[in-house]
């Protein structure tokens, strides 16, 4: 099975759920137009493997995607053990990884709700070489020998 897209989601402000949409266009060195991460910086796009939120919700937590504030929910792809620098072809865009995890600074309410959270160990970031549009169904491939 190939990996690919599952959703893609959008905030207007940091710190909140994501909402699904129905694609959304990534801009070179920027992000998501209309996401309130895209900018001039290394966590431009946020992305979470699906595997991860059935964790969550096999715990009995009613959450699913967008909920853990991530851009991009992908599946069949073990994102947290791609390496700082993987480059990632989803669909028609590129971007290379940055980072993996983060630190937590304020507890989420689904940390409350569960007592744990998977973005800060599992959800990871990049930014954007090649721009394009992204929606679900799209092929998520590594590039190149890793």
């Keep these: 099975m190939s990996a690919k897209v599952l959703a893609v989601c959008i905030s207007e402000k ?17 992000g998501i137009i209309g996401d309130a991460h ?7 796009v946020s992305l979470l493997a699906m595997e991860s939120i059935r964790k969550m919700q ?13 851009n991009i929910t992908t599946e069949g792809i073990e994102l947290v053990s791609l390496p700082i620098g ?26 409350y709700q569960a007592g744990d959270c998977v973005m800060p160990k599992e959800g990871i970031f990049a930014k ?18 890793w």
């Design 128 to 145: 954007v070489l090649k721009g394009g549009t992204v929606k679900p169904g799209d092929v998520v491939a590594v590039i190149g020998d």
């Design 86 to 111: 993987t480059r990632l072809s989803i669909g028609p865009t590129e971007m290379e990884v940055t980072q993996i995890g983060k630190e937590c600074h304020t507890r989420c309410a689904i940390y």
């Design 38 to 44: 895209a900018g001039d910086w290394h966590r431009q």
């Design 14 to 30: 940091k710190g909140e759920r994501k909402t699904p949409v129905a694609s959304v266009e990534l801009k070179e060195n920027h």
């Design 58 to 70: 096999a715990l009995g937590l009613s959450v699913d995607t967008g909920d853990f504030a991530e």
